[in-house]
Structures are given as structure tokens and as C-alpha cells.
């Protein structure tokens, strides 16, 4: 089935007639279109890809099966109206629509010119995307193998006095000469006592002898992402960042050990926290540990306290447990895989080895 099947079987079920998607990987997903500023309007049999002038022809030749809207020249860039004309033409009486996305600029538009019932919806094409098919999966492998090969090139470049700016930029272009989109979403690169931010942005700080250094980040191929990171030591490890790196290491390990279709997150997340419950590092953990990767960074499933979702067959999500401790430093070791029937299947190349450099 389909996503675009997918979605109409949810819209049966719930007597919707019509459909409004603003998500941009929500659009993607449905519709397969790779650009920006556009959105679609899903009915019983017809669905209408809505866009401006500058993606008309893109629409036209990526969609072939929708019909292109350009709401510019239709509506004057007023959803309202655009959406008032589609849904009279077709008969719609009850639209859903993502509640999490719709900006309170449409909203009113909705609520001042469509003749229809607005009915808010969650998670649900993202419970469709949680679930990847074969090319999805694919796709996804590339990428972790992309931002493996790019890891082993890195390395060459961390040494004492470059800055974190300097590695998060020749990480980018190493990425992109390995196959990568050339379009980044971002990459966390931290040292010393900044790896303790769990998501800190890379400044001017030079790396120094004996620092960790934290390299978070991921690549787009063909719209689907990687995540993973990896810490590593410039110069000669102390014995308390071996420690922390072992705990950190047997954390993500037994978690990856829990992984399988049809477990729950908490479970993993218990799973997590064997190699630290007795330790003085108990407190430093995050309850967080690993969510889905697709079209999206942060998708579903999630791994983590309170996470009830039950893990299925070919999910893609990431491991991820750390040790932070504040103004000394953190590790986190992240990998990327497939959910299996019978466990986890890492798709990140990389060493759990401490490297020292």
C-alpha cells in the first residue's frame, strides 16, 4: 500500500472527505516532490499539489498525478481561498489537518472562508513514515554509509588548535565529496568540557591536548538522513574518560541488544541503564535515548522514559545513550539501524574502539 493509500484509508475510517498537508516531510512522503513551499489537499479520488510560480514546472514533472495549484495567481497566496475552491469543487464537508503544523495565520484563514469542518489530527501520516519500505531503507543505509566514510576522513583533520567551526565545516564537505545532498541540516561538533552539552553548537574553540572531542551529525541522500556520533580523544585518554567512555559504550551496546520488533522504548530504555544504575554516573544520564531517522531527523519511534511505542519491523531509529556531567564532559555513542524481527541492525560503519589521536 501506497502512502497516499495509506492516507486515504485513514480517511474513510474517520469520514474524512479531504486532507490539508503543510509538513514539509509530510508533503515529501505523500507526494514525492523534493522542493520547498508547497502543499497538498488530498480528497476521496483527487489530490492537488499547491505551490507558487517558482516550483510550478518542478510540481509538474515530479507529480505527474496531481493536479499543480498555483495559489498565487488563483488566491492571492491566501490558503483560505485556495483551499474554500478545492473543497467546493469536490464536495468536501470534514477536513483534517496537521494540528502541530497549521500556523494560526491559516487557521484563521480556514476558519474565515472554507465551508467546511476543520478536524485536527496527530502523528498520523508521521505513524506511516515510522515504518520504512525498501527504497526508504535503502536510501537510509547510504546515508549511514556516507557519514561513516566521512568519519575515517575526519579524523585526519582533528588535531590540536583547529576549532570546532573548522572540524563541523570539512565534516560537511567530506560528507558531500562522499555522495551526500549538498543541502546540510546541521552537525553538533563539541570539545573539553562543552561535550556535556547535549545539543551545544560548535564555536570558536580550539581543540586542546587531552580533549574529547564530540562529533554529532548526519547527511541527507536523496532526502532520507543519517545520525551518529562518535567522541575521540586528542592526545592520551585519562583514566576517568576511558571509565566514562566504557560505561557509555556498554549503555549503548545493551540497548542495541534490546532492540527488536515489538518491544517498547521504556524497555530499551531499561536496558540502558544496567552499565550505570550502581555507579556515580546514575545522575549524569539523559532519559532520552534514540528516535526514529527518515525524511526527518527526529521522527518516530522514540526510545527513552515513557516511551510506550511499541518498536516495529523495519523502523529506523537511532541508539543513542550518553553520560553528561557538567563542566567536565560527556560521551555519547550513536549509531543508526533497522529494527528487525530478531534485533538490531547497526548501519553505522564506525568503531565503538576510544580513538586516540
Not at 488563483?74 to 483534517?96: D, F, P
Not at 541522500?221 to 543519517?226: D, E, F, I, M, T
Not at 592526545?235 to 517498547?264: H, I, N
Not at 522504548?265 to 528516535?291: K, Q, V
Request: charged letters at 25%; one cysteine or more.
Amino acid at each position: 500500500m501506497t502512502r497516499i493509500e495509506q492516507l486515504r484509508s485513514y480517511m474513510e475510517q474517520e469520514g474524512l472527505k479531504g486532507f490539508y498537508i503543510a509538513k514539509p516531510a509530510n508533503v515529501r512522503c505523500i507526494s514525492g516532490f523534493t522542493g520547498e513551499d508547497s502543499f497538498l489537499f488530498i480528497t476521496e479520488d483527487r489530490q492537488y499539489f499547491i505551490t507558487d510560480p517558482r516550483y510550478t514546472e518542478q510540481a509538474a514533472l515530479e507529480c505527474p498525478d496531481y493536479e499543480v495549484v498555483d495559489w498565487r495567481t488563483k488566491s492571492g497566496y491566501n490558503m483560505g481561498l485556495t483551499v474554500k475552491r478545492l473543497a467546493g469543487e469536490n464536495g468536501v464537508e470534514r477536513i483534517g489537518f496537521e494540528e502541530d503544523y497549521l500556523t494560526y495565520r491559516t487557521w484563521k484563514a480556514f476558519e474565515e472562508d472554507v465551508d467546511a469542518e476543520l478536524v485536527p489530527t496527530s502523528n498520523i501520516i508521521e505513524g506511516f513514515r515510522s515504518v520504512k519500505t525498501p527504497e526508504e531503507l535503502w536510501k537510509l543505509t547510504v546515508a549511514c554509509d556516507i557519514a561513516s566514510r566521512a568519519f575515517e576522513k575526519i579524523l585526519k583533520d582533528i588535531r590540536v588548535g583547529i576549532t570546532e567551526k573548522e572540524i563541523a565545516s570539512k565534516l560537511m564537505h567530506h560528507m558531500v565529496t562522499e555522495g551526500a545532498d549538498t543541502k546540510p541540516y546541521g552537525g553538533i561538533v563539541l570539545s573539553g568540557a562543552r561535550t556535556s552539552l547535549l545539543h551545544g553548537i560548535p564555536g570558536n574553540k580550539a581543540i586542546e591536548y587531552g580533549d574529547f572531542v564530540l562529533l554529532d551529525y548526519g547527511c541527507q541522500y536523496q532526502g532520507y538522513l543519517s545520525d551518529m556520533t562518535r567522541v575521540v580523544v586528542v592526545g592520551k585518554a585519562s583514566e576517568r574518560q576511558r571509565e566514562v567512555y566504557r560505561l557509555c559504550r556498554q549503555m549503548t551496546e545493551d540497548t542495541e541488544d534490546a532492540v527488536r520488533a515489538g518491544v517498547t522504548g521504556t524497555a530499551c530504555y531499561e536496558a540502558s541503564l544496567r552499565a550505570i544504575r550502581d555507579t556515580e554516573y546514575f545522575p549524569y544520564h539523559y532519559r532520552g535515548i534514540g528516535h526514529g531517522v527518515g525524511l526527518f531527523v527526529h521522527e518516530l519511534p522514540n526510545l527513552g522514559s515513557g516511551c510506550d511505542n511499541v518498536l516495529a519491523k523495519d523502523s529506523v531509529l537511532t541508539v543513542e545513550p550518553g553520560i553528561y556531567i557538567p563542566e567536565w564532559g560527556g560521551v555519547r555513542i550513536e549509531d543508526q539501524g533497522i529494527v528487525t524481527k530478531d534485533g538490531y541492525k547497526n548501519l553505522i560503519g564506525a568503531t565503538h574502539e576510544l580513538i586516540e589521536l
